[in-house]
């Protein structure tokens, strides 16, 4: 079957850095996806990689191993608005999106 | 505000209502989605609409019933619906192609059935 892992919850300290981890194994590949979720509001998208490496935007960097079936999202200097869920969520060999259960992270002062 | 316009908010219905809830979209997408999202599970892919033609439908018991009357509003008939349907149901739309493209999500619907 088709599987996406991500931790249930983390905690980190305003102005620290996190990394979120995501795992996936899926019938085929064809990007994958972050997405932020605030409490009671809508997904929406923060980063797409399709080739191994690096992507950076901001505050936020985006890395994929395709080989490792493996993702993580970093958050850098971080402020008490990006307390929230952050969804991974894959591209299978039929387009559709797959999508792990989300990572609460939680903000401390 | 996402482009993407979900109503009503918040619902509560018995178990013998029937309701629907309504999605629009104004990006130009030509595929929508309805995902059902519970507390602590992956987004649940319920149906997928794809040049106004219903592609997907994982299994959705057919209490749910969904209607695409255009490329812009997508609707999901509720009807006779069981307390374990309480969630948050959520729209989205994209460019239906291969490769790049991400989803938009509406603000969701918060339903509960009692």
């Known amino acids: 079957g088709q599987n996406i892992d991500q931790p249930t919850e983390m905690t980190a300290t305003e102005g620290a850095i996190v990394q979120i981890n995501c795992t996936y194994q899926?019938?085929?590949?064809?990007?994958l996806f972050w997405y932020q979720q605030h409490a009671g509001e809508a997904p929406t998208f923060l980063s797409y990689n399709v080739l191994d490496g690096l992507e950076e935007k901001g505050r936020f960097s985006s890395f994929l191993s395709r080989s490792k079936g493996y993702s993580y999202l970093l958050l850098k200097e971080l402020q008490m608005k990006d307390s929230a869920s952050y969804l991974c969520a894959v591209k299978d060999s039929n387009y559709q999106l797959i999508w792990g259960a989300g990572t609460k992270l939680i903000i401390k002062p | 505000e996402t482009g993407v316009t979900q109503t009503p908010r918040h619902l509560v219905m018995g178990m013998t209502n029937k309701k629907s809830l309504k999605c629009e979209q104004h990006?130009?997408?030509?595929?929508m989605y309805w995902y059902k999202q519970s507390a602590k599970k992956p987004l649940e892919l319920m149906f997928v609409y794809s040049l106004e033609e219903r592609v997907e439908n994982n299994s959705v018991p057919s209490r749910f019933s969904p209607e695409c009357p255009n490329s812009s509003h997508l609707f999901l008939h509720l009807h006779t619906l069981q307390p374990e349907d309480s969630a948050l149901y959520l729209c989205a739309s994209s460019h239906n192609e291969e490769g790049y493209t991400e989803a938009f999500f509406g603000q969701g619907t918060r339903l509960t059935v009692v």
């Open positions: 990006l130009g997408h030509n595929a």
């Open positions: 899926t019938s085929g590949f064809n990007g």
